[in-house]
């Protein structure tokens, strides 16, 4: 049995160490190096089973050597580690989103592309059982023809909830996020519409500090998507304090609505009637970013669906549109010309 290599690019992403538990959990990969300028950072990752670390990732690529790479820096600083590893032949993990702007996003999937390797955007959503069947189901029609998509990622805020000072630094930082709530939490319902609809014709955006009394670029932001045949709606908070009673994400159609609450799929058909529906265990290969992008190299076959690199291309797009309107004050044809 194959055992992969894998080296952790940066570590101020907090997703990271959920994700390393998953690659220990795995039974095949060696968990080689992790490269961090933050000494902490590197003791943390040696606690988690690390072999060895490094100051920096380019010394880190230079020395080892990998299968796979983990990019958890800050969005800005994922392109350079992407075309870096990819001529090195090796397979690059990234966490949500892919980069800060639509331009770093487009130089990623040049570099896999051009270096024949698997570029995978790690979306926590995409492992939770209860999406998969809910776009399974507006994919095949269940609810008719699809006319109004919404999700709203919402908490207190980074700092908040207890992200550590690594990761809220460069999510209250423009340059490093992209944006701020808008670029964290507006990215999942961009990704979620790109997998079900494509690029839309036309973006909406609408940014803003609502709340906060310390210095960031947004707490609050929405993006509305026009295709030819829906509306597709990402909000993004960084303020709540409480959930909301009411599905999250929802869908309207012709022939009904479907959400999820409570991790379940609800489906309410055009009669009235309601069902709720437990969704399946997901299949093995198919549980947690680590395993996806394993079992999809050990079969060949290119990461699909919201972590594929076009599906999270195309949501970084929206984005770029979503920010680009916000700032202008005026809606946005896709797609961009850059």
Known sequence: MKSYRVGFAGLVHDHVWGEMEHWKALGKAELIAAADPNRPLLEKARENGVSRTYDSWEEMLEREELDIVEVATDNASAVKVVEAAAPRGIHIKIEKPMAARLEQANRMVAAVKKAGVQLMIH???AF???HPLMFKMIRRGDIGQPYYFRLRCAHAGPKEIGCSNYFYEWLYDEQKNGAGALMDYCCYGADMCSYLFGLPERVVGIRAV???????PDDNAMILMKYDKVFGVAEACWTEVATPLQPNPICLGSEGNIGVMN???IIQK????????????LPEGERNGPEYLVSCLETGREVEGQCSAKVSRDAQEILEAGLLSADRGEAVDLPITM
Do not use: F, R, S
Request: aromatic content about 8%.
């Open 128 to 130: 939770q059982a209860q």
């Open 210 to 216: 609502l709340a906060k009394d310390y210095p960031l």
């Open 270 to 281: 055009k009669n009235g009637d309601v069902e709720t529906i437990p969704p399946p265990v």
């Open 123 to 125: 979306w926590p959503t």
């Open 263 to 265: 991790k379940q799929v």
